[in-house]
């Protein structure tokens, strides 16, 4: 699946494939560029990134301004990358690349979806075999909450058959400190994202829309039960119960 991009103020998404740079810039009609960020204050030509196995790279092609490189998810993580810089390596999951401006800043969302991890517990050296895990899951991803919170009903009755609507995982999690704005919005694109980058469920077609969604919902939550992917101890990721999913409003 590569890397994704997010492209500038809209919720569609570039494929990164390996060996295929992907340009970011200004543009001009004689300079194209993959991702445009049309501002006076950024190169034609800025930066170019490119997919290598489960990471990837950043090119900073201009000669005096510095771009940052942030994860949005972590506790203040970030990278620097040069003026010049060549090739520099992104280890987060969730990137956000940006490049200031006159007034502000300018950007856009990188995805790695296929970071790679070793089953719990392995005690693999360097020089052996290793055994990678099946579902490349990050328990500090927002997107793992989100899947948790999912779980959550089940996780404590496993006679349950409910699974949280939208609006239940929204008011659930928004007890958080880093969920404080949590979204509708949001929580659908992270189900999206389990559903077709982490677990790689085969998506249902040739159904209504609103169908779909709690198809994907209940494909989700399955997967992650069935394969052990939460446990009863990723509940201490959400805040205590303090009233039963009935008394949420859904509307």
């Known amino acids: 699946m590569g890397v994704l991009v997010q492209l500038p ?8 494939e390996p060996g295929r740079p992907v340009t970011f810039g200004r543009g001009h009609p004689e300079v194209a560029v993959d991702i445009e960020l049309p501002h006076a204050g950024v190169s034609r030509l800025a930066g170019q990134i490119t997919a290598v196995a489960d990471h990837w790279l950043i090119s900073n092609f201009s000669a005096t301004t510095g771009y940052v490189v942030d994860n949005p998810e972590g506790g203040g993580e970030y990278l620097k990358v040069a003026p010049r810089r060549l090739d520099a390596p992104v280890p987060f999951e969730f990137s956000r690349v940006i490049i200031p401006v006159d007034g502000g800043s300018l950007g856009f969302l990188v995805y790695a ?6 089953e719990p517990g392995g005690s693999a050296g360097a020089d052996q075999d290793r055994t990678v895990a099946a579902f490349s899951l990050d328990e500090t991803a927002k997107y793992f909450t989100v899947l948790v919170a999912l779980c959550e009903p089940r996780l404590r009755d496993s006679s349950s058959v409910a699974i949280p609507l939208i609006p239940e995982i929204v008011a659930r999690l928004r007890e958080l400190p880093a969920f404080h704005d949590l979204t509708r919005t949001a929580v659908n694109f992270h189900v999206d994202y389990l559903a077709g980058r982490k677990l790689r469920i085969r998506q249902r077609t040739a159904t209504t829309e609103a169908a779909r969604l709690e198809w994907k919902r209940e494909a989700v939550v399955s997967c992650a039960l069935r394969f052990d992917l939460v446990r009863e101890e990723h509940l201490l990721l959400l805040p205590s119960r303090r009233y039963p999913l009935s008394d949420i409003d859904p509307h």
């Open 113 to 118: 979806p296929e970071h790679a991890y070793a």
């Open 9 to 16: 103020g809209s919720s569609t998404t570039l494929p990164v």
